[in-house]
């Protein structure tokens, strides 16, 4: 068994805060719908793939350096369960993963940063918005099945900020 020790992987170098030597951002809601916000409205779909394109690199890299880090997780299972309990830890909400495979399948998110920042700044959306989300979710998969950085597409089903129960993120292959 796996003992991973947040307290202990969590340190400071100067003003940056690291995860097991890698270092990570933190914001809060307002810089981060903010500037989803902004390149939404000035960039318009290249804004929307510039946040995935980003969320999906950074998890690439950090996980991949994770889990070089931690070598006696080998299942898929575990990669899975490291990489939700990552984005938790990471102050980015809950995923789900459901019947995922190489090949894709869905995950399910109850709760969110991205989609509480949203609604407190800008109500209901009448498009999905979880794009970070999107991106991360196919980086972390890219990473636990060694694939190649942009190997999956994931595309918001549900969104929570459209009101929805919760998000659904459908995964496939490019």
Not at 87 to 92: R, S, V
Request: proline share 3%; glycine share 8%.
């Amino acid at each position: 068994m796996v003992t991973f020790d947040w307290k202990g992987e969590l340190d400071r170098r100067g003003h940056q805060v690291l995860l097991s030597g890698q270092p990570i951002a933190i914001h809060c809601h307002h810089y981060n719908i903010n500037l989803q916000k902004t390149l939404e409205d000035s960039l318009g779909e290249e804004g929307i793939r510039l946040i995935y394109k980003s969320a999906e690199e950074a998890i690439y890299n950090d996980l991949t350096a994770l889990l070089e880090h931690y070598r006696e997780l080998r299942t898929v299972k575990s990669k899975l369960e490291m990489a939700s309990i990552m984005y938790q830890n990471c102050g980015l909400g809950i995923i789900y993963p459901q019947q995922v495979r190489s090949s894709g399948g869905y995950i399910i998110s109850p709760s969110s940063h991205h989609v509480t920042g949203w609604l407190a700044k800008h109500g209901k959306r009448d498009t999905p918005g979880c794009h970070f989300s999107c991106g991360w979710i196919a980086g972390a998969l890219a990473v636990i099945y060694s694939k190649p950085i942009g190997h999956y597409n994931v595309v918001e089903k549900k969104c929570k900020m459209m009101r929805e129960e919760e998000c659904v993120f459908q995964v496939e292959e490019f």
